[in-house]
């Protein structure tokens, strides 16, 4: 079980808004430390969505977005598209386990 | 644009030693961490450790000190090395520079070396 926990699934019609959470706790989000998302299409390698919870890499649309609330981080994506389906991953350091952790994962199904 | 190449034996034997080593063009190893991460077949994103340029490394404590990493900058690549190789270690191995922003993120990645355990 993942110190970050994901919604194993989600799931929106195109044109819709969905958002992903990533629950942390006083050791990781809750401590300060900056929380970033990866995009993982089934057997690609992983790739950077946003970074310091809210920045969007060059590259990635505006359609995404990110923010924090306590110890808890979200991923929203607006119009939804069919290219959006993918696994989402949430990152961040934990300072009890001394290292990085990733959130279990989400998987985007368009409906 | 940094890219990063991994390449390693893609079968190893229980209680063997891996060894991956990734490739970096475009853009110095001399800068940043780099770091190594896994994916176990139908499990989701393991950090396994990074080190900074300079030497210092930082390890995912589960892997009870089997990991190591080693920078090359004459050949501008890094490569990994596990020992004791179990069946719990079979995934695909990625590896990635960490933090070009200022942050800790991990951008870009390498494709993916599939290392499989067994006999």
């Known amino acids: 079980q993942s110190v970050l926990t994901q919604p194993p699934s989600v799931s929106g019609a195109p044109g819709q808004r969905v958002t992903i959470s990533c629950t942390g706790s006083?050791?990781?989000?809750?401590?300060?430390?900056?929380l970033h998302w990866y995009r993982q299409v089934p057997g690609t390698a992983p790739t950077l969505l946003m970074y310091?919870?809210?920045n969007r890499p060059s590259g990635v649309p505006d359609r995404f977005s990110g923010s924090k609330a306590g110890t808890s981080a979200s991923l929203a994506i607006t119009g939804l598209q069919a290219e959006d389906e993918a696994d989402y991953y949430c990152?961040?350091?934990?300072?009890?386990?001394?290292?990085?952790?990733f959130g279990g994962g989400t998987k985007l199904t368009v409906l | 644009q940094v890219q990063m190449q991994e390449s390693g034996p893609g079968l190893v034997k229980p209680s063997e030693t891996l060894s991956l080593t990734c490739a970096v063009s475009?853009?110095?190893?001399?800068?940043?961490?780099w770091g190594w991460i896994r994916q176990a077949p139908g499990k989701g994103l393991e950090w396994i450790g990074d080190?900074?340029?300079?030497?210092?490394?930082n390890f995912n404590p589960s892997l009870t000190g089997r990991a190591t990493i080693s920078i090359d900058r004459s050949k501008n690549r890094f490569s990994l090395t596990v020992t004791s190789m179990t069946a719990a270690d079979t995934a695909v191995y990625y590896c990635?520079?960490?933090?070009?922003?200022?942050?800790?993120?991990?951008?870009?990645w390498g494709p993916g070396t599939q290392v499989t355990v067994s006999s």
């Open positions: 990635a520079k960490v933090g070009g922003r200022g942050f800790k993120d991990l951008d870009p």
């Open positions: 475009g853009g110095s190893i001399s800068t940043d961490y």
């Open positions: 080190m900074h340029y300079s030497g210092s490394a």
């Open positions: 006083s050791s990781n989000i809750g401590s300060g430390y900056d």
């Open positions: 310091g919870y809210t």
């Open positions: 990152q961040t350091y934990d300072s009890s386990l001394s290292g990085w952790i």
